[in-house]
C-alpha cells in the first residue's frame, strides 16, 4: 500500500469562500483520483487526475466549481469553489499504485467539510 | 450507465453470528471487483476479485465472484464488534484504466 496524507482533516467553512484540499503520497504514483461523499451516500468520483494532463471530470462536475491541480507524481490539490451548504460533504484522493497492484485504490484519511 | 447493488442496506448481528453480503453489478468493460471496509471516512481495501469461482479469504473474510451472473459475495464468519462498519463493493471498468463505481453500501453492526 501507500502513504496517503490528506489536509486538512476537517473544515467548517462559509458560504461563497473557497477551500483547497491537498492530497500527498509517499511515493510517485500516475493515477490519482478525487471523490465526494454526501452524507448517508456511497462514494462518488469527481475526477481524475494524471500528472502532466488536464483533470477529467465525471458527469455532472465541472472544473470550474473544483478545480484540480497535479504539478506532480507525488501531490494533488481539489479546491471546492464558491461553496454552499450543499457541498458539506467528505472529500477523499485515492491513488493506484502500479500494474502489479491495477486497479486497487487506496485512499487518504478524508476531509469533512461543512458549510454553513 | 454502470450500476452497482448491494444488499442487505443494513444488518444487526450478535457476535459469533456468521453474515453474507451481496453485490451485483452491471458495469461496462469489466475488469474486477473489490470489496472495501469504510469504519470512520478512509475506506481500506479487502479483497480484489478478478475470476468466477476462486475464492479469497483473509482470516474471517472470504469472497468469491461469478462473472457470469454479475455478482459477488463477502462472507464474514465469527463476527466480532471491530467488524463493525460500512462494507463497499466497487466493480472496476472502463477502457484505459479501473474506474470504481461504488454501490450504496451495507452497514453492519454487531452487538456483544
Known amino acids: 500500500s501507500a502513504v496517503i496524507s490528506q489536509k486538512p482533516s476537517r473544515d467548517i467553512c462559509q458560504r461563497g469562500t473557497s477551500l483547497t484540499i491537498q492530497c500527498q503520497v509517499d511515493?510517485?504514483?500516475?493515477?490519482m483520483f478525487w471523490y465526494r461523499q454526501q452524507p448517508g451516500q456511497s462514494l462518488t468520483l469527481i475526477a481524475t487526475a494524471n500528472q502532466g494532463s488536464e483533470a477529467t471530470y465525471e458527469s455532472g462536475f465541472v472544473i470550474d466549481k473544483f478545480p484540480i491541480s497535479r504539478p506532480n507524481l507525488t501531490f494533488s490539490t481539489l479546491t471546492v469553489s464558491n461553496m454552499s451548504p450543499e457541498d458539506s460533504s467528505i472529500y477523499l484522493c485515492?491513488?493506484?499504485?502500479?500494474?502489479?497492484?491495477?486497479?486497487?485504490?487506496?485512499f487518504g484519511a478524508g476531509t469533512r467539510l461543512s458549510v454553513l | 450507465e454502470d450500476k452497482v447493488v448491494q444488499s442487505p442496506l443494513s444488518l444487526v448481528v450478535h457476535e459469533g453470528d456468521t453474515v453474507t453480503l451481496n453485490c451485483s453489478y452491471e458495469v461496462t468493460n469489466f475488469r474486477s471487483l473489490l470489496w472495501y471496509k469504510q469504519e470512520k471516512k478512509a475506506p481500506t481495501f479487502l479483497f480484489m476479485l478478478?475470476?468466477?469461482?476462486i475464492e479469497k479469504k483473509s482470516g474471517r473474510l472470504s469472497s468469491i465472484l461469478d462473472k457470469k451472473e454479475l455478482f459477488s459475495i463477502l462472507n464474514i464468519t465469527a463476527t466480532q464488534t471491530g467488524d463493525s462498519a460500512v462494507y463497499l463493493c466497487?466493480?472496476?471498468?472502463?477502457?484505459?484504466?479501473?474506474?470504481?463505481?461504488f454501490g450504496q453500501g451495507t452497514i453492519l453492526t454487531v452487538h456483544p
Open positions: 485515492s491513488v493506484e499504485l502500479g500494474r502489479s497492484t491495477q486497479n486497487i485504490q487506496y
Open positions: 466497487a466493480p472496476a471498468g472502463g477502457t484505459s484504466y479501473g474506474k470504481l463505481t
Open positions: 478478478t475470476s468466477s469461482g
Open positions: 511515493s510517485q504514483v500516475t493515477m
